[in-house]
């Protein structure tokens, strides 16, 4: 049975070198953590060697890792926005004020 490279489970955390269950040429292979059992695939990010979760219905395009780095990012570009548009809007108040 072929494996994967080593990188972190998802579900379990731990390092593993995970089965190719299905072998795919589009799309990525689906794996089997050999510890948890759990149906796992190799994160979208390119150089990354860590895996996200694979689902019945919906399989993650990253790991855990990458996919928080993207929630947190967004978070800032999300309030870095707000803080502009607080700042705009105060500008415009004052500026009718006089």
Not at 34 to 57: F, H, Q, T, W
């Amino acid at each position: 049975m072929e494996v994967k490279h080593v990188g972190i489970c998802p579900y379990c955390g731990d390092s593993v070198q995970p089965l190719v269950v299905v072998h795919n040429y589009v799309r990525r292979d689906a794996c089997k953590c050999p510890n948890c059992e759990k149906m796992i695939l190799v994160c979208r990010v390119p150089g990354c060697s860590d895996y996200a979760k694979g689902g019945d219905v919906y399989d993650e395009e990253m790991c855990p890792a990458h996919t928080a780095s993207i929630v947190n990012g967004g978070g800032e570009v999300v309030k870095w926005g707000l803080m502009a548009a607080a700042a705009a809007v105060a500008t415009a108040a004052a500026s009718r004020d006089k």
